[in-house]
């Protein structure tokens, strides 16, 4: 009764005194105020950092394109803007000054913040990484002795191997940086800035690190660490081959501290003849010398039956070895093509025992001449002498080269060994490594979808430059991504007959074709002669085709593939092409036609009817299952 009657209290317990309640509102209301002016401060400044950023990239980008050109001048520049840019950048959120402190507190402000942060340190660790790069780049692309030769070139390219390492270390570091943002939710210039850098950092660190690998192989196949000797092949593509003709003269190349000499350069047959136990017996042949009648043997000239250099190698220094001969560690195998890009550089060559100047313009046709028409005409059966002594005197030039001619030697060596006119393979298992990335060790791809190759092996004859192939290539997609592939390929003997038939009787091959992974041979095929053991899990078949002068011959092989399309996770297929072309060889035609199955249609083009062969032929393209929108 008395607590009932007592006068009820306006203040709750716990509840400050009122005197209080004003200084405490204000308080929280200064707490808001400045909440709301750091996010609106801090958006601004977020957003001009963003844009800074932005140019930053623009400016990575164009540093990349310069360098790509051996402009180093202009990527050094490119790469100072760069910098600018993202110093610019992570200033910007300095001019927060007090404020910075409370916008890191603001929810979604301080993600924002913290992206400029990482991405402009990121961006400063580029444009560093690009410097270097630069850096190593210069002793190579611009030497400041004009004078020196490749043989005195290795400390130089041991001090630029150390700047691409830490150029390498700087994009990995820059990418991990990039990565830590990728569960942050940005907005604007600046989430488009992080999915940029996001999507071009990890291709741009995997080109630095190979390219990191391709300077230290180099170190080390001209003997940087440690002697090296490699077995160097001329191929004649007018006795067609696998990999692209004919082993018809050998060489041995040395390699020590940087030093490269050709110990020697001769015709194949002053090698093999003399040795006859440097040979693999008929029985145990490849199919394509099993298929004459008598077998052929096969000796370091035709180790190359199929379309795979480093098979190839291997067997001509195994035997090297049954030959007495001191062990090797690599061979290669270079075109006269190849030679005439290398003359393109370094000017033309005299070849003093034939009297002969010989420039990029005439090399094949002096080639040809002296090796078919004259030695031929003559009777004479050191025909390939010309070839010998010219291989030599080219390869003896490129070895000798000025220090001013690296960086055209450098894109003609590239182009070559691109286009297969020049292959190399290795034991070293990081100079392996670094020639199968960009493809120049002649392996045959282990491609998934549609695949092609073309591997003859031509008997006698001395007109593989004049053969022309066309292929007419036809798939049928079928709803589940297989399909049946069928392909006639029709060979035209452009020249005419030649007397005594020495150069131009027919064109008698033995032809291998592969085709797509899990493919199977369709009985609709021509019959073949036998089944080849598959090539980087591409399945083969042989066939014997003949055509005479100045005539044509068909082959057609029709292949049922269960997985040729591949379905992506957003319902399109990907219909994808890779036709290896007949290495050193031009003028071949592909004419491509892909049904698509009723309903379906090309989400940006149908892929090309026609195709020139003078290089390898490799796209994707898109279908979509259903009618157009």
Same mark, same amino acid.
């Given at each position: ?48 950092? &963003?844009? +800074?950023?932005?140019?930053?990239? %623009? *400016?990575?980008?164009?540093?990349? =394109? #310069?360098? $790509?050109? !051996?402009? @180093? ?122 999915? &940029?850098? +996001?999507?071009?950092?990890?291709? %741009? *660190?995997?080109?630095?690190?190979? =390219? #990191?690998? $391709?300077? !230290?192989? @180099? ?124 003359? +393109? ?285």
């Amino acid at each position: 009764m008395i607590a009932w009657c007592r006068p009820r209290s306006h203040r709750s317990a716990g509840a400050p005194p009122a005197a209080s309640r004003p200084k405490a509102s204000f308080r929280f209301r200064a707490s808001v105020a400045a909440l709301v002016l750091a996010a609106a401060w801090g958006g601004e400044h977020t957003w001009a950092a &963003a844009t +800074a950023g932005s140019q930053g990239r %623009a *400016a990575l980008l164009r540093a990349e =394109a #310069e360098l $790509g050109s !051996r402009r @180093l001048d202009r990527a050094s520049g490119a790469l100072s803007d760069a910098r600018r840019s993202f110093a610019r950048m992570r200033n910007e959120m300095g001019g927060l000054g007090p404020l910075l402190p409370v916008a890191r507190r603001v929810p979604f402000v301080r993600t924002q913040v913290r992206a400029v942060e990482v991405l402009a340190g990121a961006g400063i660790l580029l444009a560093r990484s690009g410097e270097e790069v630069v850096e190593a780049a210069a002793p190579i692309l611009r030497p400041s002795d004009t004078g020196a030769t490749f043989a005195g070139a290795v400390a130089g390219l041991r001090g630029a191997d150390a700047h691409l390492r830490r150029g390498v270390a700087g994009v990995d570091a820059a990418l991990a940086q990039v990565s830590l943002l990728d569960r942050y939710r940005l907005v604007g210039p600046l989430g488009r800035a992080h999915r &940029a850098l +996001a999507d071009e950092l990890p291709p %741009a *660190a995997a080109r630095a690190r190979t =390219a #990191e690998r $391709g300077l !230290r192989a @180099l170190i080390t196949f001209a003997g940087g660490s440690g002697p090296r000797r490699y077995l160097v092949f001329s191929q004649n593509p007018d006795e067609v081959r696998p990999t692209g003709g004919y082993l018809g003269s050998y060489g041995v190349l040395d390699a020590q501290r940087g030093r490269l000499a050709l110990e020697r350069y001769d015709s194949v047959e002053s090698w093999y003849e003399p040795r006859p136990q440097a040979v693999v017996p008929g029985p145990q042949a490849p199919l394509a010398l099993r298929v004459p009648s008598p077998p052929v043997r096969q000796t370091i000239a035709n180790v190359n039956t199929a379309p795979d250099w480093p098979q190839a190698a291997r067997l001509a220094m195994d035997l090297w070895g049954k030959g007495g001969e001191q062990p090797v560690d690599g061979a290669l195998a270079l075109a006269p093509d190849f030679l005439a890009r290398v003359l +393109a550089v370094l000017g033309p060559v005299e070849v003093p025992s034939f009297g002969e100047t010989v420039t990029a313009a005439n090399l094949v046709e002096r080639t040809d001449y002296h090796t078919h028409l004259e030695g031929a005409r003559q009777g004479d059966p050191n025909r390939k002498r010309f070839l010998t002594a010219l291989a030599a005197v080219v390869v003896g030039r490129l070895l000798d080269a000025p220090a001013s001619r690296w960086g055209g030697l450098a894109a003609a060596v590239a182009t070559g060994f691109d286009r297969r006119e020049a292959m190399a393979w290795t034991r070293d298992t990081g100079v392996a490594r670094a020639l199968a990335e960009r493809g120049w060790d002649g392996t045959l791809p282990a491609a998934a979808g549609d695949f092609f190759a073309d591997a003859e092996f031509e008997y006698m004859a001395k007109n593989g430059r004049g053969l022309r192939r066309t292929y007419d290539h036809h798939v049928v997609l079928h709803r589940d991504g297989s399909a049946m592939v069928t392909t006639t390929v029709t060979i035209a003997n452009t020249r005419p007959f030649s007397a005594g038939g020495l150069q131009n009787l027919d064109s008698a091959s033995y032809i291998a074709l592969y085709g797509p992974h899990g493919a199977t041979l369709d009985p609709a095929s021509d019959p073949p002669v036998s089944d080849e053991a598959p090539v980087a899990g591409h399945p083969a078949s042989g066939w014997l085709r003949s055509a005479e002068p100045l005539r044509t011959t068909t082959l057609t092989v029709v292949w049922r593939v269960p997985h040729l399309a591949e379905r992506r996770p957003d319902g399109r297929w990907t219909y994808a092409l890779h036709w290896m072309r007949v290495p050193a060889h031009a003028g071949d035609r592909l004419r491509l036609r892909v049904d698509l199955p009723p309903g379906w249609h090309w989400e940006r083009g149908a892929p090309p009817a026609r195709s020139k062969l003078d290089a390898d032929v490799v796209g994707a393209w898109s279908a979509v299952a259903g009618s157009r929108p």
